[in-house]
């Protein structure tokens, strides 16, 4: 079995892979063809003696954030192996290649929205419960006012103001995309509101932009139901907006499906006497994985310059990341000493990214702690959480 990044020319034959996996139908393979030959994300593919491609990864370049800074990262997608070659290990081939380099290429930490958390746990990576859905009745929020000016974004106007106010947003959070215009306006700001009945709106309080939200309009039987697909907004009063402009709707639709990230709990939030109404689920279909430790370790917030020592184990992938390193500060070196605290490489992942407290990880199997637990459990705190970007 040979592994390698694919050519431009190749990567039509790897999107076809993805079609046949993912159970989708190809209406214009021209059309595909042309658009694959363009694509600049970095792509790979494993092939059998004959030549043929068995199967393909896709890695998506990008920052997100990890306690105040923008960091490179890696979003794993296209996961996928064509039938007469399932279980062949063609996909561990990929990965046993494409990891190492994206430490050598300096991504601190790697995602993935997994189909099977076992299947990714045997490369690294580990579960993130990263967000929260609800499902009520716009009458929930009917003791919400929203008195400002809603903006009804169309194609053509500037996407800056939205851009500006989700990046604001997202630097108080973990794993939080970092966006430009052209990522908004691809990915988010899309679409005419009257065909494909997605309204995207920037809510002003004193002519200050304070939210947005976009949602999607899906028309159901006996109720339609709003489905929130994006928002973000300034403090209290940009949350309160977006709660207030929802109860608007009390006449449009029966159900309002909106999200919140993880560390917010809206029943917690929430003053209505319907509030026992409403619905809550947790997505936990996000995985990470560290692909730099010792850099994930300087750059963690810790309370103050009292170090610690702290042994990874188990990356089958990158070497460099196993060892026991002590901290001090933004400092960390090699040590030879006995550890404080010692994890596996997933369990490192979930703590340094904060989806996990260590007093939730001493749960875990791979997680031991032998001193200096008060500081510890200051360093690997639980933290605020956001995912809302795909790849």
Known sequence: MEVRKLTPEEK????????????????????????????TIEEWGAFAEDGKMMARVMNHRFHCMLDGQAVPSGGIGGVSTLPEYRNSGAIRGIFEKLIPEAYRNGEVFSALYPFSHAFYRRFGYETVCWRNNYAFSPSVLSGYRFDGAAELWKPGNPVSEYTAL??????????????????????????????????????????????????????????????????????RAGLNAILGFLGRFTADYGTIRMFLPACLQLFSLIRSPQAYDME????????????????????????????????????????????????????????????????????????????????EAVYRPDVEVFGNEELLSKVFARKPILVQDSF
């Open 280 to 359: 809550q689920v947790v997505t936990q279909g996000y995985m990470i994985r560290p692909i730099n430790v010792r850099r994930m370790l300087e750059i963690i917030r810790k309370p103050d310059q009292a170090p610690f020592i702290i042994r990874v184990e188990g990356d089958e992938y990158i070497p460099e990341n196993n060892g026991t390193w002590e901290v001090r500060g933004e400092k960390v070196f090699p040590a030879s000493g006995d550890p404080d605290l010692a994890v596996s490489i997933q369990a490192f992942g979930q703590l340094a990214a904060g989806s996990v407290s260590l007093s």
């Open 166 to 235: 989700y990046n604001r947003f997202a630097a108080g959070f973990n794993l939080a995309m970092r966006r430009d215009d052209k990522m908004m306006l691809e990915r988010h700001l899309k679409g005419e509101y009257y065909r494909d009945r997605k309204f995207c709106y920037l809510l002003r309080e004193n002519g200050k932009a304070i939210a947005y939200l976009i949602y999607q309009d899906i028309r159901h039987d006996p109720a339609a139901i709003l489905s929130v697909e994006d928002l973000a907004w300034d403090g």
């Open 12 to 39: 039509f034959e790897a999107e076809v892979i993805s079609y046949v996996a993912f159970h989708m139908r190809m209406e214009n393979p021209e059309q595909v063809r042309e658009d694959t030959r363009k694509l």
